[in-house]
């Protein structure tokens, strides 16, 4: 069955939905017209119980089918937060707020999600119950987490949760996806450097943190290059690096920042274990001090085997099976819905965006053709996973 004609009838409206959205961005914990939006729109499909402050912004919605026999509910989640960036599209819908963007496609996901719920809750073509999560603070908030938190998974009973992200450089119409590990793990990492400052004519009588921060930052390179097994995917990147004001002053302290990911739990406690010998190690060698904290941001995201294999079924009866990717490369980016599928069983699937900007690039923007194909995959993922 290719995309519903329901859906896309609908399509159009479901643009403006994303465009109202995309020119409207809120960050983090501040999407308070968004979740009002959604939760305007979920009202007024009629459908049964709206319910929001999930995790503080967040909004779900209760759909019954049309028979409620089977005694399983199953959880669709979008997500709806935007980025510190500047656009730089020049579309007629850019961002009006200046600073913040849409730059990760999170307008669609909730444009989608949002149609598929109308449709669903038109037709309730499907025994049993569908929770639509619109999560907040996606974007380093760890909203997942949050909704968690307020009793997401145990207030609505939801067995099963999928998930969905728009993909750069898949064509518009297909989806790819793996079971396993599909995103990395998403640590912050810190080091305060402890030296002491003094005059840059002078550099004996100083212990320099800009040195010590320098072999540190070379250091760390050797965890994936030589600690970890080279059949295992790590990563370990600073990107920050701040110390000093003046040109000839030794100052007396810097901090660093950045990232670490890895595809396997094990693989992240060897990252958090040498990052701190090293950093540790480093500093005493040249006579500072340095405290090294790991932060363990979002976990992987770890697709459940039966739940993938469902997943695939549902898009290959949208686009067609050779349009379905089934084992995509695991990507080292970082995704906090890893927090739900660690609570229950359930997919993440990647939809084609095409040859678009990167995400979190400031001439990014989701590809209102996406549309059809993602709202009818969840659609048609509730109607077989709760066959009337």
């Avoid at 909004?59 to 089918?65: T, Y």
């Avoid at 990492?189 to 004996?204: F, K, N, V, W």
């Amino acid at each position: 069955m290719p995309v519903l004609n329901r859906i896309a009838a609908l399509s159009e409206e479901i643009a403006v939905w994303r465009r109202d959205l995309h020119a409207h961005p809120e960050l983090a914990y501040e999407e308070h017209r968004t979740s009002a939006f959604v939760a305007d729109k979920l009202a007024s499909f009629g459908i049964d119980e709206v319910v929001t402050g999930i995790g503080r912004t967040g909004v779900v919605g209760v759909i019954h089918g049309r028979g409620d026999t089977s005694g399983k509910t199953i959880g669709l989640r979008a997500d709806m937060d935007a980025l510190p960036i500047l656009e730089e599209t020049g579309l007629p819908y850019a961002s009006t707020s200046n600073g913040v963007m849409h730059a990760c496609g999170h307008d669609g996901h909730t444009a989608m999600l949002l149609g598929a719920a109308r449709h669903l809750a038109e037709t309730r073509n499907f025994n049993g119950t569908v929770i639509v999560i619109f999560q907040p603070a996606e974007e380093g908030g760890a909203g997942a987490k949050a909704m968690l938190d307020d009793g997401l998974m145990e207030r609505f009973g939801i067995q099963e949760v999928y998930g969905m992200h728009n993909f750069p450089d898949l064509p518009v119409g297909q989806f790819a996806i793996r079971p396993g590990a599909l995103m990395a793990s998403a640590d912050r990492l810190r080091i305060d450097i402890e030296g002491l400052g003094g005059h840059a004519a002078r550099p004996h009588k100083c212990v320099d943190p800009i040195l010590v921060g320098s072999h540190i930052v070379a250091a760390l390179q050797s965890i994936v290059s030589r600690s970890l097994d080279p059949a295992e995917a790590g990563v370990i990147s600073i990107t920050t690096f701040n110390a000093g004001r003046a040109d000839n002053i030794i100052p007396e302290s810097a901090v660093l920042g950045g990232t670490a990911r890895s595809l396997n739990p094990d693989v992240r406690d060897l990252l958090e274990r040498r990052f701190k010998e090293i950093v540790e190690s480093v500093a005493t060698t040249y006579g500072a001090k340095a405290t090294a904290t790991y932060s363990r941001d979002y976990p992987v995201t770890i697709n459940h085997a039966d739940q993938t294999r469902f997943a695939v079924t549902v898009a290959a009866e949208v686009v067609g099976a050779d349009r379905v990717e089934t084992d995509v490369a695991p990507t080292m980016g970082g995704e906090d819905f890893a927090f739900m599928l660690e609570k229950r069983p359930g997919a993440f699937i990647f939809a084609g965006n095409g040859a678009s900007a990167n995400l979190h690039h400031p001439k990014y923007n989701f590809d209102d053709n996406v549309i059809p194909y993602g709202a009818s995959y969840w659609v048609r993922l509730v109607e077989k996973a709760l066959p009337a």
